[in-house]
């Protein structure tokens, strides 16, 4: 017959760009988002207010910005729960040398530098000597966190300069926040990192197969290193923006925040198994908790109700798509 | 002819028989896949129907939709003419169907009774279980098969034949009227198949319909009936073994003649590329020495352990060699890693594709290009276009057949997954390919594909290395062949001194 002979043509992609927009998981996500907005603007007089608004967005930065690093490492295969008791030690770090005269600059990179080395820390145990990160980075959870508390005990460190204010409490240009102007930059510097550099191509390989990644030349362990050195250094970030704000560093600071970074990212669609996922997806995820956190808290929901709310969120965005698989198995 | 008055044969009352079940035009399509495409089959009771095809012709999916596992898109499943479906598995073993896999699930710490009981266990009427009855009817289905193995004993006490009639017990242990035997005979001896065969007459003589998927055409004409050819999702052939004759079947099954299976082409054999001196192993192999020229195919034969893919596995740098030198162009090299290695143009088609050559969840061209990032991008960031391009290049010289480039290479069948493999690494314009038993598990129309590729690609000066267990393939393709034996080298033999014989001596190492 002919039609072996003619040469066929295989199209570059199915569907239209936007047809594939429509059935992503980012839209869904976004419809929530919208729908939560609306609920609450009608729920309660003072949300809709731009000064209101732009408090709420202090529920979601600062986690946000871990979320963002915490992507990629999910996306390649591994994990980084000891990322709050960074935030821990760095805040204790920077409360010590704020105690000793350190100026505003000095306790930045001192913030930053520490949550970069509990980075490396990680990399090295994961990386270096192929241990599973789960149970590394639950060991260095307790590790960073103890050492905090060591240190402070029950004690706290309060002094800070006025300068270094301005991290946590600044406004870059009307109710925009400094915290909210940095999140969407590294929203953007993420999503170039992930979804446009070759880096990003070998984050995903790795996630989807070690083995192939290995086979096809890419550097496994040192795109992982990397990837925990990214998390320790925004859990550092994260830390500088936290302790200026909140002007005071206890070893129970950031207290359960692994959880609702992870939370972040799982409902951003990012797969807990590795392997798929979008920053815009962890974006859209930020503002849906920070949303409902901060409608819940208009409502006067007490704090307990909330963290059974992150816990649900997080059981019923990993349930999701699993049940939804099966149920277009079944159709089959 | 004398047909108008044709004395009646021992078939003709068999065939006028109503079948048990019947499947009317059956398709199921996956995505950018019609893996069955209007099937028809019948199966009688007293009588063991063969089907017969390669892989990826649809078997297998025939046995997932005939198990409720698969719902078919179109088409109809009847049983005693009464139309039927299978919304679970547990509908198709109601509906009296049971299957017979290549490897049953069993458990080792449970006893014969509970393994051939597991899920379905007789209950007393207060609801717990019955293991009286659990090891009364177990013996019974064990004394069926002819053999008295205790319901009692663990099955970790049990030799690997009797095991097997333990999934075959299980198997049974339903009422089932259509017993489904999925590669039954892949991993026993001829002893083992004797036993086995014994007990599907026993079935037979009980009236149950037997669907039998074996790729043996001995086996197949010993215990069959009836026969059923699947080719690419569609049945093109049915009818009584008795009259059809082998050949027939083969041409059915593979749709052309089998002699241009290798396609060999003259090539005149240039320069040395790759020299390997003293190469060993640790543990795998030791001082394995060779020398590899431009356009030439060196085959690399051995048994299953001789240490040849480890070989091959450590000239591409993913294990480190103890010893040895290599030179590529005359130049001294050492690869570190399997990036070394692509730098130098050394790469390596692995054996386990989907575990070790591919992200079976990521788009085509995401898979072909990711050897090449650094040329499709520009100064770190990719460019979409560019990788489509490279992948369309190599697509279309393959042939490869999918509904797109972006869509996942795990929706490939398993030829056009091994083409999206080799077009990667091509797309490197390596010096040196090595192939890693290159046709494992692709049915004989693509192989016939990956041979004449491989050919083409030694006319245009790449050097190949290709390991192989099938001998067909080595003699056909080989200039040269390196037999492995125990991790030692036990001769490179030139083309015209190439036989199977002596290959398989150096091989098994009998003089």
């Known amino acids: 017959m002919s039609d072996v002979a003619t040469k066929r043509v295989i199209p570059d992609r199915l569907g239209t760009k936007t047809s594939r927009m429509l059935a992503s998981w980012e839209v869904l996500l976004f419809g929530v988002a919208a729908l939560i907005f609306i609920f609450n603007s009608f729920a309660s007089p003072y949300f809709l207010n731009a000064w209101n608004l732009s408090d709420a967005t202090f529920n979601f930065t600062e986690k946000a910005m871990i979320a963002f690093a915490m992507a990629l490492l999910v996306i390649a295969g591994e ?55 789960i149970v590394v980075t639950i060991g260095t959870m307790s590790l960073f966190r103890g050492i905090s508390y060591i240190v402070l005990g029950d004690q706290a460190y309060g002094k800070y300069p006025e300068s270094f204010a301005y991290f946590g409490q600044g406004y870059v240009a009307w109710v925009f926040s400094f915290e909210f102007v940095l999140f969407i930059g590294l929203a953007i510097a993420f999503a170039i990192l992930l ?46 923006c936290l302790t200026s704000r909140l002007g005071s560093t206890r070893p129970s600071i950031a207290q359960g925040w692994e959880l609702e970074v992870v939370t972040m990212v799982v409902l951003g669609g990012v797969s807990i198994l590795g392997g798929a996922g979008t920053i815009a997806g962890v974006v859209i995820a930020a503002f849906v908790m920070g949303l409902v956190t901060f409608g819940l808290g208009l409502l006067n929901v007490p704090g307990i109700v909330m963290s059974i709310f992150v816990g649900l969120l997080l059981i019923i965005t990993i349930a999701v798509p699993i049940i939804a698989r099966r149920i277009k198995e079944m159709n089959r | 002819m004398m047909n108008a008055v044709a004395p009646t044969n021992d078939l003709a009352p068999l065939a006028a028989e109503t079948p048990i079940l019947e499947m009317r035009g059956i398709s199921q399509i996956f995505p950018g896949v019609k893996a069955l495409d209007g099937v028809s089959i019948k199966l009688y009771p007293g009588q063991v129907t063969a089907l017969i095809g390669e892989n990826g012709a649809g078997k297998s999916t025939l046995v997932k939709i005939l198990t409720g596992i698969y719902r078919p898109n179109e088409g109809e499943i009847l049983i005693d003419e009464q139309p039927i479906s299978f919304p679970s598995a547990q509908a198709a073993i109601d509906a009296g169907v049971t299957a017979i896999h290549q490897e049953t699930v069993l ?67 339903v009422e089932a009227r259509i017993v489904i035997m999925d590669e039954p005979t892949a991993a026993l001896s001829r002893k083992e198949i004797d036993d086995l065969f014994r007990i599907v007459e026993g079935l037979k003589r009980q009236g149950k319909a037997i669907l039998f998927i074996s790729h043996k055409f001995d086996e197949v004409y010993e215990i069959a009936e009836n026969f059923v050819v699947f080719r ?34 003259a090539v005149e054999i240039g320069a040395p590329v790759l020299a390997v001196h003293g190469y060993s192993h640790p543990t795998e192999f030791r001082d394995i020495s060779f020398e590899l020229r431009r356009g030439e195919i060196l085959g690399v034969y051995g048994l299953i352990g001789a240490g040849r893919s480890e070989l091959c596995q450590s000239l591409f740098g993913i294990t480190r060699p103890s010893a040895g030198r290599l030179t590529l162009e005359g130049q001294p090299i050492e690869i570190r890693s399997s990036s070394d290695a692509i730098r130098a143009g050394i790469v390596y088609v692995p054996e386990e594709r989907g575990r070790h050559g591919l992200a079976l969840p990521m788009p085509i061209f995401q898979n072909m290009s990711l050897p090449s990032l650094k040329k499709t991008s520009r100064s770190g960031f990719l460019k979409a276009a560019n990788e489509l391009a490279l992948a369309r290049k190599y697509a279309e010289r393959l042939d490869l057949r999918a509904a797109a480039l972006s869509v996942p290479v795990g929706t490939l069948s398993g030829g056009n997954q091994q083409k999206v493999v080799i077009g990667k690494w091509l797309a490197t314009r390596p010096k040196v390919i090595i192939l890693d038993e290159p046709t494992k598990g692709i049915d004989i129309g693509s ?21 192989s267990s099938e001998l067909p393939e080595i003699l056909g393709m080989s200039d040269r062949v390196l037999v492995m ?21 150096a091989a098994t190492g009998n003089q």
Request: net charge positive; proline share 3%; glycine share 10%.
């Open chain 1, 79 to 133: 994990i980084d729960l000891s990322v709050a008791a960074i935030i821990a030690l760095a805040s204790t770090a920077m409360g010590a040398a704020a105690q000793m005269g350190i100026g505003t600059p000095g306790l930045v990179a001192i913030g930053i530098g520490t949550g970069l080395l509990c980075g490396a820390f990680n990399g090295l145990l994961v990386a270096g000597l192929r241990l599973p990160s």
């Open chain 2, 447 to 467: 192989k016939a594909a990956v041979h004449g590729f491989i050919s083409e690609l030694a006319a245009e000066g790449l050097s190949i290395i290709m390991v």
């Open chain 2, 232 to 265: 690419d999702g569609r049945a093109v052939g049915q009818g009584k073994l008795k009259t059809t004759p082998q050949d027939e079947i083969v041409r059915l099954m593979v749709g052309r003649d089998v002699k241009d299976v290798f396609p060999k082409v």
């Open chain 1, 195 to 240: 979804h446009a550099t070759n880096f990003g191509r070998q984050v995903y390989v790795i996630g989807n197969n070690e083995f192939a990644a290995r086979f096809s030349g890419i550097p496994v362990e040192r795109v992982k290193f990397i990837l925990f050195l990214l998390t320790g250094l925004m859990a550092g970030v994260a830390a500088v």
């Open chain 2, 107 to 173: 458990f080792d710490e449970l006893t014969v009774g509970e393994n051939i009981f597991l899920g379905h266990a007789p209950r007393t009427r207060f609801g717990t279980i019955d293991w009286r009855q659990i090891n009364s009817r177990s013996k019974a289905l064990m004394h069926q098969l002819e053999s008295e193995i205790d319901p009692t004993v663990r099955l970790r006490d049990l030799s690997i034949a009797q095991r097997h009639l333990v999934a075959i017990a299980r198997a049974l242990s």
């Open chain 2, 485 to 505: 034996r125990e991790g030692l080298a036990a001769g490179v033999f030139e083309r015209d001194r190439l036989s199977a014989e002596v290959l398989v001596r």
